[in-house]
């Protein structure tokens, strides 16, 4: 079965440093997605990144990176310069196949409480 | 402007009367989805539609129905809701972009009580 665990309910970094929010999933599926997303205290969920499982290269969003490592089943966010616009919750999701082979069942981490301190 | 929205945004209702959660999206994308967030346990996919008339069940569709008539329209129906449906629902859509690349747009949440 599918599986996304993020391990730090709750993480910290000042203000112009670089954070890494740790995500590892567990799937036999050769095709899988992953993706971040951040929701802020007002509520909103708003899409960051995503990371295809056949993709050579890290995906890049402005100061997001998604550090995929494959072998190790990991796919861990970065976010660099941090801002204090950044404080909130951050999940983690994989995307996998259903029966008819389209992938888009989804299923996500538990989130990471990110608070950036000035 | 690109969107999904959602209504109500807001919904207290009694157990067993029926109610719709409306989704409509603008970027004519193929998937939608719906999803409901709880205290301790995430995001959990209640329903997907991969294009008109194709809809597949999530992690739990179970007091839920969709369907996906129009390529915009989304709707969540609870038939019978019940006191463990309080939750704060999102309605989501997917664009493909090149290659293998998505990107997700949500709807600003729904949230329901069912007492």
Redesign the interface.
């Known amino acids: 079965a599918q599986k996304i665990t993020q391990t730090q309910p709750g993480m910290f970094v000042q203000e112009k440093e670089a954070v890494t929010l740790d995500c590892t999933y567990d799937t036999s599926d050769p095709s899988y997605?992953l993706?971040w997303?951040k929701q802020p205290s007002s509520?909103?969920?708003?899409?960051l990144i995503?990371q295809?499982s056949?993709?050579q290269q890290n995906?890049t969003e402005g100061r997001y990176s998604l550090n995929f490592q494959k072998a190790r089943k990991s796919a861990n966010l970065v976010i660099s310069a941090s801002q204090l616009g950044d404080s909130a919750m951050y999940?983690c999701?994989m995307s996998f196949p259903?029966s008819?082979g389209?992938n888009?069942?989804?299923?996500?981490?538990?989130?990471t409480l990110l608070t950036v301190n000035p | 402007e690109a969107q999904v929205t959602q209504n109500p945004r807001y919904l207290i209702t009694v157990t067993g009367k029926k109610l719709t959660v409306t989704c409509s999206q603008n970027m004519n994308h193929e998937y939608m989805s719906w999803y409901r967030q709880d205290p301790g346990l995430g995001l959990r996919q209640i329903y997907y539609s991969m294009n008109v008339e194709v809809t597949d069940k999530g992690d739990v569709p179970e007091g839920y129905k969709v369907s996906r008539k129009e390529k915009r329209n989304f709707p969540l129906i609870l038939e019978s809701p019940s006191p463990n449906q309080t939750s704060l629902y999102f309605c989501a859509s997917i664009k493909r972009t090149s290659g293998s690349s998505y990107e997700q747009y949500f709807g600003p949440g729904t949230r329901l009580t069912v007492t």
Not at chain 1, 43 to 47: D, S, V
């Open positions: 997605g993706f997303y509520g909103e969920m708003i899409f995503y295809g056949y993709d995906a999940f999701a259903n008819g389209s888009y069942k989804l299923t996500f981490g538990k989130g």
